[in-house]
């Protein structure tokens, strides 16, 4: 049964489908919804749907049929900008030019927040991140890990309710990746956050969230807490790409 109408979601796709060419759907005929506070992950093979839903979800790609909801309000026609959503991607996308303070002061000066107020919000998301020492620096200064820190306390600087992840720790070690997938479900659930997050990482799926959409060919083929998913596929498409994690 598709979890549809859901008054107490906070994020909820309804009937969502997307075509880039009016022929093919490259998501088909999506119900999703979330609680406050979830974290989600959209796990999948390449091209199986789950980033072009995020991409709706932050407005980046329009809906071709149905319906995005934030909090009960459908966010349809509303810009990325206005959508309040924190953005953390793979390429950190940092401004070069600019020092890491300034990086996290840009979307506080956007919403006009005052001077004194982002100062005080700049420096708590640093130390969140623990790169206290680094706000005078520019992101060239910073080695990788050091940059993916940055980004997601740029994402978290304004405080929104929901942040999506899109491949964040890709370009990662993994050392380092294991670490920084500890350091986020710690500080989503710490903050009360509601979190997106998509890979193609089965571990990174699996040890990170509180429930996984499984992605294939434009469809949720099952969506389930991490041990449900493993020791209950629903289907042989899960069975074998979870199981790839053996």
Do not use: W
């Amino acid at each position: 049964m598709a979890d549809t109408g859901n008054n107490d979601a906070f994020v909820a796709f309804e009937r969502v489908q997307k075509s880039y060419d009016g022929e093919t759907l490259v998501v088909k005929d999506l119900n999703l919804s979330m609680p406050k506070g979830e974290f989600l992950t959209m796990l999948g093979p390449s091209g199986s749907g789950k980033t072009t839903c995020l991409m709706m979800l932050a407005g980046f790609e329009t809906a071709t049929h149905g319906e995005i909801k934030l909090d009960g309000i459908s966010i349809n026609n509303i810009p990325p900008h206005k959508r309040g959503i924190g953005m953390v991607f793979q390429n950190y996308a940092l401004f070069p030019h600019m020092t890491i303070a300034e990086n996290l002061s840009f979307p506080l000066e956007v919403r006009k927040i005052g001077k004194s107020d982002r100062e005080a919000k700049v420096k708590r998301a640093l130390e969140m991140v623990e790169m206290g020492a680094f706000g005078g620096r520019r992101p060239a200064q910073l080695s990788g890990g050091q940059q993916q820190r940055v980004a997601l306390a740029r994402a978290l600087v304004f405080e929104p309710e929901l942040v999506l992840m899109d491949e964040p720790l890709g370009a990662l070690d993994k050392q380092l990746r294991e670490k920084m997938q500890f350091e986020i479900t710690h500080l989503a659930h710490s903050l009360g956050i509601t979190t997106v997050y998509v890979t193609h990482d089965q571990t990174e799926a699996l040890t990170m969230s509180d429930r996984v959409a499984v992605f294939n060919d434009g469809r949720i083929q099952q969506i389930a807490p991490p041990d449900q998913l493993y020791e209950s596929p629903q289907n042989s498409f899960v069975a074998q790409f979870i199981g790839e994690n053996n």
